[in-house]
């Protein structure tokens, strides 16, 4: 029987996991479909267009505060989460980590990132700006840097983003964005009156 050797470094994720090489969980070069990908790329192209949308979105969904109100926050969760859910999965392969850092980051997803980094790239970027774990998928971060300098407020992705909060995954970040504002215009006019 032929002895088994371990394979360098760059070898296929399953040919690396027959060996016992440490393979991420969920991970591979076939996880994501490459349209995905080609979506994905062309809105951090599209970054300054997507930058406009949305805060025009943002402030429209800001007036619909009273509707979301009405019915109760918790009640319009579930829709509101589905279609967003859907949107930004479509042109972002949104994760829905719940605290959207898209604003901020040129339209790339940081939650993209085999290692969930939200504050830049790990050390391993290839030379070709693909990813070193999935050897396939363009780098977020260099994606991020370049949808960014599109941007109007590009110099954004400097700020340093918090760790992400688990309890907030799979839940609207439209709509726990819309009533943080919503909360602080109020906090705003009770100090003024």
Known sequence: MAEQ??????????????????TPAGVSPNRRS???YTVRLWSVRHSRFFEWFYNRFAAAFLLLHP???FFGYERVERPITFVERHVKGFLFDCRMC??????????????????????????????????????????????????????????????????VNQSLRQTSSWLRVTAEAAAAGEAAAGKDA
């Open 5 to 22: 050797r371990q394979m360098p470094g760059n070898a296929a994720a399953a040919t690396k996991a027959k060996t016992g090489a440490f």
């Open 67 to 69: 509707v979301w109100k």
């Open 98 to 163: 719940g605290q959207c850092v898209l604003s901020s980051t040129g339209m790339s997803c940081p939650m993209n990132c085999p290692k969930q980094l939200r504050n830049g790239p790990c050390g391993g970027v290839r030379a070709n700006g693909n990813c070193e774990v999935e050897p396939d998928m363009p780098c977020v971060w260099v994606q991020a840097w370049k949808g960014s300098q599109n941007m109007a407020k590009g110099n954004a992705i400097m700020d340093v983003q918090k760790p």
């Open 34 to 36: 490459r349209s995905k």
